[in-house]
């Protein structure tokens, strides 16, 4: 077990977002989170990161909990967020933010040169502001960022946001890989179908609480749908 998720609940001021939520993701696996608009995602991201704090429940880690812990701390022990909309720094190159990357992290084998060969189309853009980039390289400027900390578990949110289907296909084909080596994925994402194809697990989530949990080989498209509206 990679992570452990107990009665995790999450408040923004009185807005319960995460509702005692009970999961957890094994070493190498690709869960993917569905859900409406509001449902509890980037929430339950931004706190697994350490970006928001839990206010009830644990968080463990490789036997560790890591509730209390700040975010740097947590990306010292292999958590990485690229969070929803990117939130790169624009006037710094793709070569300093990924820098930035590898200083908030652990050693290991993550270097700008394998950035570079899952997302070949960084290689010419190194020197550029990131700023002036376009959506796709971007993203992947982002995932690469959070690639050079060394993670163990990756938390992607919502990589598609704002790309064309095009790019949306290239990152995901570029992550494809990293599915396969072992990293472990926890993403957001707000295509169903997408979702399903690249995940092993899916968790549907309503309200803040995971409303329906199935290998993606077991469910059908339908069942998602239900839980996704609340019909299921
Ligand atoms: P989306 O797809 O829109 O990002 P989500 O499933 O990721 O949705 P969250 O963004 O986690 O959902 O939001 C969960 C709930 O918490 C929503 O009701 C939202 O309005 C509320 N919320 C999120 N961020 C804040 C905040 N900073 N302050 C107050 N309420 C918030």
Known sequence: MTMAIEKLTV??????AVRGLTLSVAKGETLALVGANGAGKTTLL??????????????V???????????????????????EGRKMFAS???AENLKLGAMAGRKGEWSIDRVVD????????????TGHLSGGEQQATAIGRALMSNPEILLLDEVSL??????????????DGLMKSGTTIILVEQDLARAMGVADRVIC????????????????????????FGLH
């Open 205 to 228: 989530m309503l309200e803040g609480r995971a409303v329906l949990e199935g290998y993606a080989k077991d469910l059908t498209r339908d069942q998602v749908t239900e839980a996704y």
């Open 61 to 83: 880690i490789n036997g560790e909990d890591v509730t209390r812990l700040p975010a740097h701390q947590r990306v010292r022990r292999g958590i990485a967020l690229v969070p």
């Open 92 to 94: 710094m190159t793709v």
């Open 162 to 175: 704002g790309l064309s289907p095009l790019i949306v296909d290239r990152v995901y084909a570029s992550l």
């Open 118 to 129: 899952i997302f070949p189309n960084l290689r010419k853009r190194l020197d550029h502001k």
């Open 46 to 59: 931004r706190t697994l990161a350490g970006a928001h704090p839990a206010h009830g429940g644990s968080i």
């Open 11 to 16: 408040r923004h001021g009185l807005l319960e």
